[in-house]
C-alpha cells in the first residue's frame, strides 16, 4: 500500500493547487531485451537512438494524420488541465494534459517547425536528450489513454494518441515498459496475457462446470476449443484466473446454456484482450488481433462475442475489421463482433432470459463506466448503447440502483486509474492516486444512498478497484462485474 | 536483483520474484517472509506446497478460484475463500505466496 497524504473525498473532485515535480520519481520497470525482441523492438537503447527518436517521430506523423494534426492545433487554452484523473490525484501539473502533450511536442517543435528549427530557446523546443527521454519514459506511462481530457478539449486533441505515440518512439530505439510488452509477449507464447498453459486453462474450466453444477444442480458447460460451436467467446483472461473476474465469466457460461447457444473458448486466442493498442503498435495490435480471426476460423464459430474487458472492447468495435477482416464467413445477421452486454440484453428484451431481481436484494448497486467502452466504442444499435445497455441489464437484474454524479459518468466517467497498460505494482502511487476523483463519486452515493457495490465491464477496473479500495477504506470485495449479477439472478431450466 | 539464501546468491527480478523456479528451497520462503515480517506456518505451508505442486503440473499458478477450492479440500471447506488466503498473506495469493513458493509473477488484468 502507498503512503501519501490522502486526499478529502469529494462528490466532484477539488482542483487542487500545483506541486511541480510531485510525481517525477515515478517511472516504469524497463522490459530487458528477451522481453523487448519478441516483439520486433531493439533490446536496449540504439546506437545514435536521439536521432533514431526524431526520425520515428517524422515517420509517425506521416503515417497518422491525427497525430500531426493534433500536435500542430493545440491552443493552451487549458480547457484540459483539470480534467486528468492523475493530474487531480496528484497535482503534479506535468501530469496536465497539455503538460504531457507538451513532453511530445517540443520536441516536434525542435525538428519539425521553423521557428524550433532557427529560435528553440524563443518557442520552447526541445533538442531529443536522455533528460527527455527519462521525462518521456515516467509521464508517458502515467497516462492511462482514457480520453478523457480529449471530451472536453475544444480541438478533441487526444492525449492518448500523443502518448502512444511516444511509447512506439520509446520502444523502436529500444526502451519498452516491462508489464505491456511482457504481457504482450505472454500472448504471443501462450494465447493469452496471463501466459496461462492450455492445461491449466482446461482445469480452470473443468472445475467451474463442477462449482457451478454444485451450487444450482445445473450443468451449464465453460467448452474450450469446441469446434463447430456457434460463438467464439474473447474474454479477457483475467476472468479465468482472478477474482471477482471469474464470477462474471460464470455469467457468461449462463446466459448461454439459458439460451441454448453453443459456444467455446480458444486455446488458441483465450485473450479479448489486446496491450498493442497501450504501446500505439500497429504491427503487434495486428499480430494479437490476427490470433482472434485464426481461432474464429479454426473452430467454424458463426460468432464472435466479447466477455467484459474494456480496451478489448475498443480494438474489437473500433479496429477488429480493419486489423483481421474480413468476417465474411460469420453469420451476417449477427454484429461483428457482439459484446456479450450485447447478447444478455437482447435475450432479455426477447423474453429468453428470466431474473430473479432478489437475488441481488443484499446490494445496492452502482455502475462505473469504463473509458474504452465510454469514450471509444458503441454498443447495440441505439445512440450511445454503451452506456444504456450494460445499465439495463444491471436494472433487469437488481432492484437497487443509483448513479453516481453525472460529470463522473457516461462520457465524462474518470478512469479507474489503472488503464493503458498502468496496472502494474512499481506504479501503484499514481494507480491510487488516480483513483482519487472515482473513490470521491463512490464515497458520496454509499453516504447518500447506501451504495454497497460499484459494477463494471472491464478486468482492468475490476481488478484494480479490488487493489486499491482498501486504501480508501472501502472493502475490496466493493468491486464486481455486471454478469456477476447476472449470475446470482439468472433463472436456469434445468437441461442436459 | 538478487537474494542471499543458504549461502547461495539467487536471481530475482526487479519486484524480487525468483528468475528461476528450479533454484527454490523451503529456505527461500522462509527469508523473504522474514523480510516481510511474517513468521510461516503450517497454515501458510499448505497454501504454498498447493502453488507449487499445481505449477509442477501444470507450468501456471492456479486460479483464484481453484487454488481456494483445493485448500478447501485439504484443510475444511470453511478455509477454501481468499479471506482465509489473505489472513495469511496479507498482500494476497498472487503477490505474496506466489513469490514465496518460487512461482513466476502473475500479470496481465490482474
Not at chain 1, 520515428?56 to 488541465?81: H, I, P
Request: aromatic share 10%; net charge negative; charged share 25%.
Amino acid at each position: 500500500m502507498v503512503d501519501f497524504e490522502k486526499p478529502e473525498l469529494r462528490e466532484t473532485p477539488v482542483v487542487p493547487s500545483i506541486k511541480p515535480g510531485v510525481m517525477s520519481h515515478l517511472a516504469s520497470h524497463v522490459a530487458k531485451p528477451k522481453i523487448q525482441e519478441p516483439l520486433g523492438y531493439p533490446g536496449e537503447l540504439v546506437d545514435n537512438w536521439e536521432q533514431a527518436a526524431v526520425d520515428k517521430l517524422g515517420e509517425l506523423k506521416g503515417k497518422y494524420r491525427s497525430l500531426q494534426v493534433f500536435l500542430d492545433s493545440c491552443v493552451f487554452c487549458g480547457a484540459c488541465t483539470d480534467k486528468c484523473h492523475y493530474f487531480l490525484g496528484s497535482a503534479d501539473p506535468k501530469n496536465m494534459p497539455v503538460a504531457r502533450q507538451e513532453l511530445l511536442r517540443s520536441v516536434y517543435r525542435r525538428y519539425y517547425t521553423l521557428p524550433g528549427k532557427w529560435f528553440p530557446k524563443l518557442v520552447g523546443a526541445r533538442d531529443m536528450n536522455r533528460e527527455v527521454l527519462d521525462e518521456w519514459y515516467s509521464y508517458f506511462y502515467q497516462c492511462s489513454e482514457c480520453r478523457r481530457c480529449a471530451v472536453f478539449c475544444p480541438l478533441g486533441i487526444d492525449t492518448a494518441e500523443i502518448a502512444m505515440a511516444a511509447r512506439e518512439i520509446m520502444d523502436s530505439v529500444g526502451r519498452g515498459q516491462k508489464y505491456s510488452n511482457e504481457v504482450i509477449g505472454k500472448v504471443f507464447k501462450f494465447g493469452n496475457n496471463l501466459g496461462l498453459a492450455v492445461r491449466a486453462v482446461a482445469d480452470t474450466l473443468a472445475s467451474l462446470e463442477e462449482d457451478v453444477e454444485e451450487e444450482t444442480g445445473v450443468k451449464v458447460r465453460f467448452p474450450l476449443d469446441e469446434e463447430g460451436a456457434e460463438v467464439l467467446l474473447m474474454a479477457p483472461s483475467a476472468d479465468f484466473f482472478a477474482e471477482p473476474h471469474v464470477d462474471g465469466l460464470i455469467g457468461y457460461g449462463k446466459v448461454f446454456h439459458q439460451a441454448g447457444i453453443s459456444w467455446t473458448f480458444s486455446s488458441h486466442a483465450a485473450e479479448g484482450g489486446n496491450f498493442g493498442l497501450f504501446i500505439g503498435s500497429y504491427d503487434n495490435m495486428r499480430r494479437v488481433a490476427v490470433r482472434v480471426r485464426e481461432a474464429a476460423l479454426d473452430l467454424g464459430v458463426k460468432r464472435i462475442v466479447f466477455g467484459e474487458c474494456g480496451h478489448a472492447w475498443r480494438v474489437a468495435y473500433s479496429f477488429l475489421n480493419t486489423l483481421a477482416g474480413p468476417f465474411d464467413f460469420l453469420d451476417p445477421r449477427y454484429p461483428v463482433p457482439q459484446h456479450i452486454c450485447e447478447v444478455t440484453y437482447d435475450l432479455m428484451k426477447r423474453g429468453v432470459l428470466k431474473f430473479d431481481k432478489s437475488q441481488n436484494d443484499h446490494m445496492v448497486l452502482t455502475f462505473h463506466d469504463s473509458c474504452n467502452v465510454a469514450r471509444a466504442s458503441g454498443m447495440g444499435d441505439l445512440a450511445d448503447g454503451q452506456f444504456t445497455i450494460p445499465r439495463e441489464i444491471i436494472k433487469a437484474t437488481c432492484n437497487h440502483f443509483v448513479e453516481m454524479s453525472p460529470s463522473t459518468i457516461r462520457g465524462a466517467t474518470f478512469c479507474c486509474g489503472a488503464g493503458g497498460g498502468t496496472l502494474t505494482d512499481e506504479l501503484m502511487e499514481i494507480r491510487t492516486r488516480g483513483a482519487v476523483p472515482r473513490m470521491g463519486a463512490l464515497q458520496h452515493v454509499t453516504d447518500k444512498h447506501g451504495v454497497t457495490h460499484m459494477v463494471s465491464i472491464c478486468a482492468i477496473c475490476k481488478s484494480q478497484f479490488s487493489k486499491i479500495m482498501p486504501y480508501f477504506d472501502f472493502d475490496a470485495e466493493m468491486s464486481m462485474g455486471v454478469h456477476q449479477l447476472v449470475s446470482n439472478a439468472i433463472i436456469l431450466d434445468k437441461r442436459d | 536483483m538478487s537474494i542471499e539464501v543458504s549461502g547461495k546468491t539467487l536471481e530475482t527480478d526487479e519486484d524480487g520474484y525468483l528468475a528461476d523456479i528450479g533454484e527454490w528451497e523451503p529456505e527461500v520462503a522462509q527469508s523473504m517472509a522474514r523480510t516481510d515480517g511474517i513468521e510461516l506456518t503450517e497454515a501458510h505451508w499448505v497454501v504454498l506446497n498447493i502453488l507449487r505442486d499445481y505449477y509442477i503440473e501444470y507450468q501456471s499458478a492456479p486460479a483464484i478460484r481453484v487454488l481456494n477450492k483445493t485448500i478447501g479440500k485439504k484443510v475444511g471447506k470453511d478455509k477454501g475463500n481468499s479471506k482465509y488466503v489473505y489472513g495469511l498473506f496479507p498482500e494476497g495469493p498472487a503477490v505474496q505466496a506466489c513469490k514465496y513458493a518460487g512461482l513466476p509473477k502473475p500479470t496481465g488484468c490482474v
